[in-house]
């Protein structure tokens, strides 16, 4: 299986200031369709898991654009240009180019 | 808007069954995969099963293969998940999600115990 390692574990930020978190994964996740199907959800507290961004960068609809993704391969960061309170919960990547699917072990963004 | 309902989760013992449903609605259900995916407390998240739209192929996690069988009913707009042969450490919160993970459901809670 593909592991997921994601840095750091948490992090406490003051509204404003910048997020950044980072994915690895044991293997490729460049897919043979020439994809990378590496993505992040996240989850509030007590809340079920949602979207924010899917194949490494591409945000969805209602996904703010302070919030950016990148990487390739094997490497992948998520960043917050400015955190809002509203960002709180553990961001969670997730990779679906390989079965099973496998998700890292979270991020947990807390707000100072 | 689409939207995901589980339910049949509940307290059971070891070595039982238990059958979660996921019924679907503001999209069309049969045109896409579905998957099971469980958070035991305070822990992180396991993908355990995916079903194609028409049902032709399906996939389990390790953990849960053999014990488990995802199914649909696209005249119901409606997912399943089976669950046989229950152990303590299937005790989790149960989401389903319309591929790609792009919308999950508010769980359904499972707890195995004596």
């Known amino acids: 299986d593909v592991v997921m390692t994601q840095t750091p574990v948490s992090l406490s930020l003051a509204i404003g200031q910048p997020a950044s978190i980072s994915c690895k994964s044991s293997?490729?996740?460049?897919?043979?369709?020439?994809?990378?199907?590496l993505n992040w959800i996240l989850q509030r507290p007590g809340q079920s898991p949602k979207r924010l961004i899917y194949?490494?960068?591409k945000l969805y609809s209602e996904v703010p654009d302070r919030f950016s993704g990148s990487g390739s391969e094997t490497e992948f960061t998520l960043k917050i240009s400015r955190v809002e309170a509203e960002d709180l919960g553990v961001y969670y990547c997730?990779?679906?180019?390989?079965?099973?699917?496998?998700f890292g072990s979270g991020t947990k963004l807390e707000i100072k | 808007e689409v939207q995901l309902v589980e339910s049949g989760g509940g307290l059971v013992k070891p070595g039982s069954s238990l059958k979660l449903s996921c019924v679907a609605s503001?999209?069309?259900?049969?045109?896409?995969?579905m998957h099971w995916i469980r958070q035991a407390p305070k822990k992180g998240l396991e993908w355990i099963a995916l079903?194609?739209?028409?049902?032709?192929?399906?996939y389990y996690a390790d953990s849960v293969k053999g014990r488990f069988t995802i199914s649909r009913d696209n005249s119901k707009n409606t997912l399943y998940l089976e669950m046989n042969s229950l152990r303590s450490e299937d005790t989790a919160m149960y989401y389903c999600?319309?591929?790609?993970?792009?919308?999950w459901g508010q769980g359904t809670l499972v707890t195995v115990s004596s």
């Open positions: 999600a319309k591929s790609p993970l792009a919308y």
């Open positions: 997730w990779q679906g180019t390989h079965f099973p699917l496998t």
């Open positions: 079903i194609y739209y028409d049902s032709s192929n399906k």
């Open positions: 503001g999209f069309t259900f049969s045109s896409y995969g």
């Open positions: 194949q490494v960068s």
């Open positions: 293997q490729s996740l460049l897919g043979t369709s020439g994809k990378t199907f």
